[in-house]
């Protein structure tokens, strides 16, 4: 070795964790773009509901803001609650995303004609088997 030469040491390699311990999470970013959907929803449904007597909401609206409802207190929930219990955590997150997401297709499909609101729950029911299929 030459006297200004310097020995380096690499690390050792990263290994992968076997597949069986690989774990499918939510990306954060989806859990607060559903919180940002509730919470602008929750204030137009507010402003609304001041400016129109309740007879005239139908059951739909009534079944949006339900589920915008239990999207919240599910991510809500997860949030505080994945520190001491991550499977929980998990669940609730996934859970509440589930809830947006379902809310905004209901939401979105209210004014469609029936052929459009048929095609587009079937593409929400194939969204969610294809889900279900790659994490099982």
Same mark, same amino acid.
């Given at each position: 070795?030459?006297?200004?030469? %310097?020995?380096?040491? #690499?690390? @050792?390699?990263?290994?992968?964790?076997?597949?069986?311990? #690989?774990?499918?999470?939510?990306? @954060?970013?989806?859990?607060?773009? *559903?919180?940002?959907?509730? $919470?602008?929803?929750?204030?137009? *449904?507010?402003?609304?509901?001041?400016?129109?007597?309740?007879?005239?909401?139908?059951?739909?609206?009534? #079944?949006?803001?339900? $589920?915008? *409802?239990?999207?919240?207190?599910? =991510?809500?929930?997860?949030?505080?609650? %994945?520190?001491?219990? @991550?499977?929980?955590?998990?669940?609730?997150?996934?859970?509440?995303?589930?809830?947006?997401?379902?809310?905004?297709?209901?939401? =979105?499909?209210? %004014?469609? @004609?029936? !052929?459009?609101?048929?095609?587009?729950?079937?593409?929400?029911? $194939?969204? #969610? $088997?294809?889900?279900?299929?790659?994490? !099982?």
């Amino acid at each position: 070795m030459r006297p200004f030469e %310097s020995v380096v040491e #690499l690390p @050792p390699p990263v290994m992968a964790p076997p597949p069986s311990e #690989l774990v499918v999470e939510v990306p @954060p970013e989806l859990g607060m773009l *559903v919180l940002e959907f509730c $919470l602008t929803a929750a204030f137009e *449904v507010a402003i609304r509901s001041n400016q129109t007597p309740t007879q005239y909401y139908s059951m739909t609206f009534h #079944l949006v803001c339900l $589920l915008m *409802v239990f999207a919240f207190a599910f =991510i809500f929930v997860a949030k505080y609650v %994945s520190s001491k219990h @991550p499977n929980l955590g998990r669940v609730l997150d996934h859970a509440g995303v589930v809830c947006g997401v379902t809310a905004f297709f209901v939401a =979105i499909t209210v %004014s469609f @004609p029936l !052929c459009l609101k048929l095609i587009s729950w079937i593409v929400y029911a $194939l969204s #969610l $088997l294809a889900i279900f299929v790659c994490n !099982c």
